[in-house]
């Protein structure tokens, strides 16, 4: 469903890249004269910080200058999407961003945010990751038949995300309302505190990515109960997948893009796509990405970044009518 039509999408742009990237694209004359800030919207120890850690010391190096993380963690992403649409369009602040700001957030509630999709220049698409439906070792659940008796029989029982309107707390909602449960959500600052209060037994469940999920499953802290993608990830093999378990076609991973500010000059955008470019095909950093079952993503260039946003907003959309989610969940 979702995750193969994000595919397609993206995919199609692929195929096409050759075809329509702009002249400026083939330009890479700025260089930045002092440090960049790579802004992103969670505490440390989740996918988008992982991503940008990983990619912060490679591109150091293609910049010439350092590039400096910092976490700007809360509201899903969405106080650090704000700080960087009103910071300046010169080049020094960028930031790493996924569905739940920059996609699902003006879905949820288009009047109430204090930023809009135009107030961001799209680079390119980076990564994608599967996601995992994680509980506490103590939940008496193996399967997601054994989940859904769970739910049903303990009202009590809640799960978490990184925040309300993020990507992981949608795919979890659509997961929960295709079982035909009704589940309370807390929602967190970033997703540390949500794998914390999940070893404490605070909350019952989680949906993850695969980079933090796999590590924990593996060393039997969580249990693992489902990949919400149509193939099973080798970092957890013998974890069935969603469709295999009955929610046939569910496949709906988590993406994660580099932005900078409205009105970036088009010679600095020309050098982030080249630089983000280089840094994501080399080896090195593929194969930390797989390891933590990440995959990256290269040719989208800003343009068909900025398609690909709208379709996937139209995406998501339609899941939230369909599952008439709300931010009070």
């Known amino acids: ?53 990983l990619l912060a010391e490679p591109l150091s190096q293609r910049l010439g200058q350092p590039v400096v993380v910092e976490n700007l963690a809360g509201a899903g992403g969405n106080i650090m999407a704000y700080r960087l649409a009103q910071s300046p369009a010169d080049g020094y602040t960028i930031g790493i961003a996924a569905a739940g700001s920059m996609a699902i957030t003006h879905v949820l509630n288009p009047k109430g945010t204090n930023y809009k999709p135009t107030d961001f220049t799209p680079i390119t698409l980076a990564a994608v990751q599967p996601n995992v439906v994680i509980v506490n070792k103590d939940v008496p659940a193996n399967n997601l038949a054994e989940l859904k008796e769970y739910f049903q029989k303990t009202p009590t029982a809640t799960y978490g995300t990184a925040g309300v309107g993020i990507s992981n707390h949608l795919i979890a909602e659509t997961m929960l309302y295709k079982l035909g449960v009704k589940v309370p959500h ?36 969580v249990k693992a109960i489902a990949v919400a993608s149509l193939k099973r990830s080798p970092q957890l093999p013998n974890v069935p997948t969603l ?51 990440s995959e990256p993503v290269t040719g989208m260039t800003p343009e068909q970044f900025g398609q690909f946003l709208e379709k996937n907003r139209q995406q998501w959309a339609d899941i939230v009518k369909a599952a008439n989610i709300s931010l009070e969940q």
């Open 1 to 53: 469903m979702f995750c193969r039509t994000l595919y397609r999408a993206a995919g199609a742009l692929f195929a096409v890249t050759a075809l329509t990237a702009t002249p400026a694209l083939a330009a890479d004359a700025w260089k930045p004269a002092k440090p960049v800030r790579l802004l992103v919207g969670f505490a440390p120890g989740g996918s988008a910080d992982t991503l940008a850690r």
């Open 186 to 221: 807390a929602a967190y600052r970033g997703a540390a505190p949500v794998i914390t209060d999940l070893l404490g037994g605070h909350i019952a469940m989680t949906m993850d990515n695969i980079s933090t999920a796999a590590p924990l499953a593996s060393q039997g802290k």
């Open 243 to 293: 469709d295999e378990q009955g929610l046939k076609g569910f496949d709906m991973p988590t993406w994660q893009g580099v932005f900078a500010p409205a009105g970036l000059p088009a010679d600095v955008l020309a050098a982030y796509y080249a630089a983000m470019q280089d840094v994501l095909k080399q080896p090195a950093l593929v194969e930390k990405m797989a390891g933590l079952g």
